[in-house]
């Protein structure tokens, strides 16, 4: 394509966030900062474990898109290469003194790239096995439900539609399951779309850049729950929370993480705890996962999940330990943003370094909500690290619930 | 120079990275100031001192300009390169090398954030004399290198005075150790140490004279109270009287910040949080106050500084407590930062030192400029330092329409404010224009620039050399 057309896309990308780019005071803080008494231990995945460049950062970001907006000629190929590989965490945006948006500048750009067909290839194939498949594993999508077959607590008439999501259904299946299986303990039967209708919710075509992709994955989506006549949905995937917030479907519908289900059990008096076996002895990590614990990456994030499960781990009896970076600044796992497509090495080494931080304060066990980071951590598990499991497996696996008597 | 030619000599130094890509570039074209920036041919992330020599050497050896920066993140232009330089980034030397509680003090790389530095020495009940305002990202080298300043400075004045002793690559290569450390046996722990202080000649001097690799600082006890109080002036030359006298009669020996306001800014930030607030009712100068020490000591000098302030017609302000510490109470830090300072506005920051009698006058230069400029929105900032104080003028501009015009206003408040005796503090770009007008200091300082660094290649052009 010509240069000029490409250039005009790119601007067009980046002419929202005009205000941003002419506001940064280049303090540094979206590169290397540590700040004792927030959590804040660094700020960047990318810079620590994929390049320490400065073109990799928030400030590189919007340092970029202002190059491209006053005419700069930039090399494509490094652009494709710096825009592609960050995680779309948001640390960048949580640690700005001046609430500028980095990682929101980036979806916006790739999706300027990604329609002048200039996404890199792996990225391009995970969105194609999204379109293609629904899922961005590219596993057959009449498998999906394979996970729930013959398990209790899947019923047709139940009120409440599970959505595990493409990481629970496809990556994390033993989350999916402990999840159906807990909450049917707990009298809370699920039901669950048929496979031919399930499709992704559009996070992860989101967040590498194909948003009208996810638009339509979205609507398909919000057709098959208007389908099911059910008005509350129940979902594992922690970055399904908010694509579905804003679904359409008549009458409208209640989006619930899983998690809610059993908090509003346990305050309702209708759920009792009952341990399985021993809980292990060392302490308990909560992971916080980005799309769980970040204000300015979702409306989940600003329900802070990790600290209401931290609360129940401790009010069951377990140990916990908090990483040194934690809450909203925690460093991010590598999961999200498509990095395990683009850079997988990059990745992995998040994972790791994430799973060290936890080994250092002693922790025996990461427990997430989210099961896009389990199935991420768990590929990267290396002996000695400490174990990454979901919440409800943790729960299935040492504890028994029951129906209170009411 | 072919930059693979770079590339190829730093190979194998000990992990030097080498960025000739255009955008990783870009972030090096600027730091936090209004300063034009230039276009690098090159920049080097150094992870060793080795690879510091090894750069130093390289362009020499070619004769290509190197600047050298650490966070970018300070306001006077000390970091931005001239076109087709070699930026030396310090920013990955970032290890706190000990903390000697026996000699009391801590060695670390140029590359340590202030952050981190407070964290781990927080962890000992320890803390640093001065943290300057370039907040959490900020690095000890960039701090040192350009005159760092802000919590501390009451009590300890600036951060060069902080400084024990340095580690510093020469421009020709060589490793200088000053202070005691000029005995490697010895290492740190005098800086007033042989002969004359050679560490003072690197202090301020961003880079141009040779590139700091190791700085030891000297570390106090962390304060176990703290508290914070406004005192309110009916005019500017009152408050300047009540500075020296509490600085005279050394009762700013618990404080650790000091920020003093002119009417405007008082205005806007009292009615800005209380939008009822009586405006006949703010006073024309205030000094906002955070003392920290042991309880009974902070108590007693919170009382006897109050009451000097009546001496001269001042008075508890407590709603400017209330509206200027708001933010410190909320982030529960132990700094000031200028990183957040201002909301969703770029800021052009001129900064100077001056004699507190300057005080007036100095307020009456961006009032002047408040008229002459009146697109612009001006305001001025005093921080109290343990003698005189700190004055910044704060110039808020819209960088897309503004650029060119704030540089403009910016350079003819500073001959401004050099006429009425104040003189830059940390003077990189911003200042360069204006260094001619102190002679023979700079005439002495291009001469020894030119015995240090022949080939003129460490920074040129900063600090007019």
């Given at each position: 394509m010509a240069r000029d057309d490409l250039s005009a896309a790119l601007v067009q990308g980046v002419y929202p966030f005009v205000e941003n780019l002419y506001h940064c005071?280049?303090?540094n803080y979206c590169v290397e900062m540590r700040w004792q008494e927030r959590g804040?231990?660094?700020?960047?995945p990318t810079l620590l474990?994929?390049?320490?460049?400065?073109?990799?950062s928030g400030k590189g970001y919007l340092a970029t898109a202002r190059a491209l907006l006053e005419g700069e000629e930039l090399p494509i190929d490094s652009l494709v290469e710096r825009l592609f590989n960050?995680?779309?965490?948001g640390n960048c945006e949580e640690v700005c003194p001046v609430g500028l948006r980095p990682a929101h500048l980036v979806r916006q750009v790739r999706a300027a790239m990604a329609a002048q067909g200039l996404a890199p290839a792996p990225i391009a194939a995970c969105a194609a096995n999204v379109i293609e498949h629904h899922n961005p594993a590219g596993a057959p999508n009449e498998a999906?439900?394979?996970?729930?077959?013959?398990?209790?607590?899947?019923?047709?008439?139940?009120?409440t539609l599970y959505l595990p999501g493409c990481a629970a259904s496809c990556d994390a299946p033993d989350e999916a399951r402990a999840t159906v299986s807990v909450l049917h303990q707990a009298g809370l039967p699920l039901k669950l779309l048929p496979a031919d209708q399930a499709r992704c919710c559009g996070a992860p075509l989101g967040e590498i850049g194909y948003s009208a992709e996810a638009d339509a994955e979205r609507w398909q989506l919000a057709a098959a729950i208007e389908r099911s006549g059910c008005r509350r949905i129940a979902v594992s995937g922690a970055e399904c929370v908010p694509s579905l917030a804003g679904v359409d479907v008549t009458g409208g519908v209640e989006v619930l993480h899983a998690f809610d289900l059993v908090e509003r059990a346990i305050a309702e008096n209708r759920i009792d705890f009952k341990p399985n076996t021993h809980v292990p002895r060392g302490p308990i990590a909560v992971l916080d996962s980005c799309h769980l614990s970040k204000p300015s990456h979702s409306v989940a994030g600003a329900a802070d999940y990790p600290r209401r499960i931290r609360a129940l781990l401790e009010r069951l009896g377990c140990r916990t330990a908090e990483a040194?970076?934690?809450?909203?600044?925690a460093i991010c796992c590598?999961?999200?943003?498509g990095m395990p497509y683009m850079s997988p090495l990059s990745a992995a080494r998040m994972a790791e370094g994430k799973l060290r931080s936890f080994a250092e304060v002693g922790a025996v066990a990461v427990i997430t909500a989210s099961p896009l980071c389990i199935a991420h951590l768990r590929r990267s598990q290396i002996r000695g690290l400490p174990e990454a499991m979901g919440i409800f497996q943790f729960i299935e696996t040492y504890f028994r619930l029951r129906p209170m008597a009411r | 120079m072919k930059l693979s030619e770079l590339r190829k000599e730093l190979?194998?130094?000990?992990?030097a990275i080498v960025l000739e890509d255009k955008i990783d570039l870009l972030g090096y074209r600027?730091?936090?100031?209004i300063a034009l920036g230039g276009n690098p041919s090159a920049a080097v992330i150094a992870r060793s001192v080795e690879d510091v020599v090894a750069t130093v050497v390289a362009a020499n050896r070619r004769k290509v300009p190197l600047y050298v920066r650490a966070?970018?993140?300070?306001?006077?232009?000390?970091a931005n390169p001239c076109d087709g330089a070699i930026v030396l980034d310090?920013?990955?030397?970032?290890?706190?090398l000990k903390i000697d509680e026996d000699r009391g003090l801590a060695l670390v790389e140029p590359g340590v954030t202030y952050g981190a530095l407070l964290a781990e020495l927080g962890q000992r009940g320890l803390t640093l004399g001065v943290v300057p305002l370039?907040?959490?990202?900020?690095t000890v080298g960039g701090a040192i290198a350009s005159h760092g300043l802000g919590t501390g400075s009451p009590r300890y004045q600036s951060t060069g005075d902080e400084v024990a002793g340095l580690e510093v690559v020469m421009p020709n290569g060589e490793i200088l150790r000053t202070g005691?450390?000029?005995?490697a046996d010895a290492g740190?722990?005098?800086?007033?140490?042989?002969?004359?202080?050679?560490?003072g000649i690197f202090l301020g001097a961003n880079g141009s004279l040779g590139v700091i690799t190791k700085i030891a600082l000297w570390v106090h006890p962390k304060p176990s109270h703290q508290e914070t109080f406004a005192l309110g002036f009916p005019d500017y030359e009152s408050g300047a009287r009540f500075i020296s006298s509490i600085q005279l009669k050394e009762?700013?020996?618990?404080?650790w910040y000091g920020a003093g306001y002119e009417d405007k800014a008082i205005e806007a930030r009292v009615t800005g949080a209380r939008?009822?607030?009586?405006?006949?009712?703010?006073?024309r100068f205030c000094l906002a106050l955070d003392a920290r020490g042991a309880r009974e000591e902070v108590v007693r000098d919170r009382a006897r500084i109050v009451a000097e302030a009546s001496r001269f017609g001042g008075a508890d302000f407590a709603v400017f407590d209330e509206v200027f510490f708001a933010k410190l109470r909320r982030d529960n830090t132990f700094w000031y930062s200028y990183a957040g300072y201002f909301a969703r506005s770029m800021c052009a920051l001129l900064m100077c030192s001056m004699a507190n009698e300057t005080i007036p006058r100095f307020f009456r230069v961006i009032e002047n400029n408040r008229k002459a400029y009146p697109e612009l929105t001006w305001a001025g900032g005093l921080v109290l330092c343990r003698r005189g104080v700190h004055g910044a003028v704060i110039v808020f501009y819209?960088?897309?329409?503004?650029w060119e015009t704030v540089r403009v206003a910016s350079e003819r408040c500073g001959a401004e404010l050099l006429a009425i005796g104040c003189v830059p503090y940390k003077s990189g770009r911003v200042w360069a224009p204006m260094m001619e007008r102190f002679r023979p200091y700079h005439a002495t300082l291009a001469n020894l620039k030119k015995v240090l660094d022949p080939n003129g290649i460490m920074s040129p052009e900063v600090l007019g050399l």
């Open positions: 005071l280049r303090c804040i231990q660094h700020v960047c474990h994929h390049n320490p460049a400065p073109g990799y960050c995680t779309t965490c999906r439900n394979a996970w729930a077959v013959g398990l209790a607590g899947i019923a047709a008439d139940a009120e040194p970076d934690q809450g909203s600044y590598g999961a999200a943003g | 190979a194998g130094q000990g992990g600027r730091d936090s100031s966070a970018g993140s300070t306001y006077a232009g000390g310090t920013s990955a030397l970032r290890q706190i370039t907040g959490a990202a900020g005691s450390a000029a005995l740190f722990f005098a800086r007033y140490a042989i002969g004359p202080d050679l560490t009762l700013t020996h618990n404080v939008p009822q607030f009586e405006r006949a009712a703010l006073p819209d960088e897309r329409e503004q």
